[in-house]
């Protein structure tokens, strides 16, 4: 008698038989996913240690060129911690995968706020100055109901990319002229070979960058080729598996 394998569910109306163990077509199909779970595993370590690289060589070459702190830590830091989710929803964009690219902003940010703030405060409780915290709130509030806005048709134009672009940059500009409370003392724990020439950290930002692209390729590849596969949406992984993994730099 050939085995079966029979999966029942109480809440759905459907059952999902998968017959004949040593069909060739099962194997196959089974051998691609396990294929394609490992891409996923590989791009978050190029994403994690990507990021790592690009933020400790521009810290670094800041840091010999004597340059300004709080753009090391308002633009280099948080841009280059950001940097996995950049790739990867650019990437997806380009690859005609849109759920997959929104769900991963969606879910990273979600990450950052439950998972992110929330361990850092179990572990150890944290202080905000009230001042900072009245005048950081509104920018946060603002920025959220605007990507819900946008996002509401399940479309973002052009126009809309721009006009947030834009936002951004006045939120710069109005930090950067407002500095002085960020400290002149800035101590990276993940300095790797700080002391090395500029020519070495550049070429470490570079390799940085490289990891970052070819990470957020094989994520993008291996995330829509198993939602594909098992009949799952795209934002499903992207809101989870892909944004926990692109989340990686800010949780460390």
């Not at 069909?23 to 590989?42: R, Y």
């Not at 499903?236 to 993994?245: E, M, N, Q, T, Y």
Request: charged residues 10%.
């Amino acid at each position: 008698m050939d085995a079966f394998f029979l999966f029942t569910s109480n809440h759905s109306n459907y059952n999902i038989e998968l017959s004949r163990i040593n069909n060739p077509c099962i194997s196959l199909a089974f051998t691609f996913m396990l294929i394609d779970t490992g891409l996923i595993f590989l791009s978050l370590a190029l994403l994690y240690y990507g990021g790592d690289f690009l933020v400790t060589g521009c810290i670094n070459i800041s840091k010999r060129f004597k340059i300004s702190p709080f753009f090391i830590v308002a633009v280099i830091i948080g841009f280059g911690t950001s940097a996995p989710e950049f790739a990867v929803s650019i990437m997806a964009s380009l690859q005609g995968s849109g759920d997959l690219a929104l769900a991963n902003i969606v879910g990273s940010n979600i990450t950052n706020v439950g998972l992110v703030l929330g361990a850092t405060a179990l572990i150890a409780p944290l202080t905000i100055e009230p001042r900072q915290f009245d005048k950081e709130t509104p920018p946060l509030i603002i920025a959220t109901f605007i990507i819900c806005v946008f996002a509401w048709n399940n479309y973002l134009s052009r126009l809309e990319g721009f006009t947030m672009i834009i936002l951004l940059f006045i939120y710069l500009l109005k930090s950067f002229k407002s500095n002085e409370c960020i400290s002149d003392n800035i101590d990276e724990e993940s300095s790797f070979m700080d002391t090395k020439r500029p020519a070495f950290q550049i070429c470490l930002t570079v390799v940085g960058i490289v990891m970052l692209i070819i990470g957020a390729n094989l994520i993008v590849q291996g995330a829509t080729n198993i939602a594909r596969s098992i009949g799952i949406s795209e934002w499903f992984i992207g809101v989870s598996i892909v944004a926990l993994g692109t989340s990686l730099p800010e949780i460390v």
